[in-house]
């Protein structure tokens, strides 16, 4: 993706906290066949990992799961975005030069990707993910 520098933003904490808020991603996988996205909601485990790990729960109907990815995954989350009025500038009264744009708010993680059946696995992704949701009404 690509940030302007004036934009970028490296806090980890103002990354997890755009995660957490989020919640729904885009989980993105490229395999052989192509690209597979699916909007996944996912939480992010701080204790596990360099940067943390995030987890969620892929229906066994989605073919995602049994696609073999090739590289990492991506899962892109979104925060507030608005659009941004070209009348909002100063400039445009002036010279009229000015552009409309989007004003948002992204995060792109990216990482290896596992993907698992394990009964007892399953049930607490499941239910961590149902705890992190429902606290959250």
């Known amino acids: 993706m690509y940030v302007p520098p004036a934009f970028r933003d490296d806090e980890v904490e103002s990354i997890r906290a755009t995660i957490c808020s989020a919640g729904?991603?885009?989980?993105?996988?490229a395999t052989a066949d192509g690209p597979?996205?699916?909007?996944?909601?996912?939480?992010?485990?701080?204790?596990?990992?360099?940067?943390?790990?995030?987890?969620?729960?892929?229906?066994?109907a989605n073919?995602?799961?049994?696609?073999?990815?090739?590289?990492?995954a991506l899962?892109?989350?979104?925060?507030?975005?608005?659009?941004?009025?070209?009348?909002?500038?100063?400039?445009?009264?002036?010279?009229?030069?000015?552009?409309?744009?989007?004003?948002y708010i992204a995060v792109h993680a990216y990482g290896p990707v596992e993907f698992f059946k394990e009964p007892e696995r399953l049930l607490e992704v499941v239910t961590r993910l149902t705890n992190s949701f429902a606290t959250a009404e």
């Open 63 to 72: 073919p995602q799961w049994r696609s073999a990815p090739t590289g990492e």
């Open 36 to 60: 597979i996205a699916t909007p996944l909601p996912l939480f992010l485990d701080e204790t596990e990992g360099e940067h943390g790990v995030l987890y969620g729960h892929l229906a066994k």
């Open 24 to 29: 729904l991603a885009n989980l993105v996988t």
């Open 75 to 103: 899962a892109i989350f979104m925060g507030p975005e608005a659009y941004v009025t070209p009348s909002w500038y100063a400039t445009k009264q002036e010279t009229g030069k000015v552009v409309p744009t989007w004003n």
